[in-house]
């Protein structure tokens, strides 16, 4: 019987609405429930929200751009690996072996605090601190056999995910604008911004970290279904997206409560919205699903992560950078096994340190 070769590449299964989702879950993770509020301390001093919508449009406004580069490599280099993968096809294998290295590390770190933040979230209803570490691990492992079923069933579980969260944060927008409507008007959605240029300037770089998910698409790029036009208008689309459900958010909670407290929920409380809810005495259900909404936001951080991270080290692995293992793909065309083990083992590790 005829031996079938392992593929040598990932199957193309996303189209426009699968990238955006996959845009979509890596950027409304920490971005709405922790940047927006350290943001909107800094630009909405008070009730007067013009300070962070100018510092909103500015930051998505610089991810676009900045989105668009890398989807025009995307699209001439449709593999896997971003950035990594770019700096080798043009011929520059230092700045490339540098680029995967940072991206390993930072995002590595990244998905980790997601989980230690998900799990400590979690488990301070059940008064059990203390297990905030093997509750990451367990995230982490639950995110891991997400993936290594592949991009279809992985986009499947953020597409929920995403909608979860969207579900949530839309049911906090309109309780608020449906109580505070003629009071947030008056609080300065038409006013002046009072800030200096230097909050806003710092808002602004907060704010554009939280726009930063969109690179998640290019990452991909392998698996993206024709490439040179998917990739450019998915990341338009979510930027767009993202700049809407933002700037909602924003004028609800800095029009109820102000900036500075918006803030100081951002900074001690794991649960900014919740606070926000709870402050001005919204329904109990309000409150429930914010907590809902940013479970699931987490969530998808952490599988988002993974699902990029193992791109890359695929990547390294096609080049020798790392063993050639790490470069072999299931029968089926979905899924990096081993790249995507060790994802889980360095984010896992980091977690548990």
Not at 166 to 184: H, K, P
Request: aromatic share 6%; charged share 10%; hydrophobic share 55%.
């Amino acid at each position: 019987m005829p031996q079938h070769s392992p593929p040598t590449s990932l199957r193309r299964e996303l189209g426009v609405g699968g990238a955006v989702l996959l845009g979509l879950g890596s950027m409304l993770g920490s971005g709405v429930f922790v940047a927006l509020g350290l943001a909107a301390g800094l630009a909405s001093p008070g009730h007067n929200i013009m300070g962070i919508l100018m510092a909103i449009s500015a930051a998505g406004l610089l991810a676009l751009c900045n989105g668009l580069s890398a989807a025009q490599l995307a699209g001439v280099f449709p593999a896997s690996g971003g950035t990594y993968e770019y700096a080798h096809k043009v011929g520059w294998p230092a700045a490339g072996a540098a680029a995967g290295t940072l991206f390993l590390v930072a995002k590595s770190a990244s998905a980790a605090t997601a989980a230690l933040g998900l799990a400590g979230y979690l488990l301070e209803y059940f008064n059990a601190p203390q297990l905030a570490v093997p509750g990451a691990l367990a995230m982490i492992a639950m995110a891991a056999v997400i993936t290594l079923e592949g991009i279809r069933r992985s986009n499947r579980a953020n597409t929920v995910l995403v909608g979860i969260t969207l579900a949530g944060l839309a049911l906090f927008v309109f309780a608020i604008l449906r109580e505070n409507s003629q009071t947030i008007t008056s609080n300065g959605v038409t006013s002046p911004p009072s800030t200096s240029v230097s909050n806003g300037l710092k808002a602004t770089a907060l704010l554009f970290v939280a726009f930063t998910g969109y690179g998640r698409v290019a990452t991909l790029g392998e698996e993206v279904q024709n490439p040179r036009q998917t990739v450019p208008k998915a990341v338009v689309i979510t930027v767009l997206l993202c700049l809407v459900i933002y700037t909602g958010v924003a004028i609800a909670a800095i029009g109820a409560v102000g900036g500075e407290t918006f803030a100081q929920f951002s900074r001690t409380g794991r649960g900014p919205l919740e606070a926000v809810a709870a402050a001005i005495q919204l329904s109990p259900a309000v409150g429930v699903g914010t907590a809902i909404a940013a479970i699931a936001a987490l969530f998808g951080v952490i599988l988002n992560l993974l699902l990029g991270l193992s791109r890359v080290l695929l990547a390294m692995g096609r080049r020798g950078h790392l063993p050639k293992r790490f470069a072999q793909i299931d029968a089926s065309g979905q899924s990096p096994v081993a790249a995507v083990l060790l994802a889980t083992g360095l984010v896992a590790g980091l977690a548990a340190m």
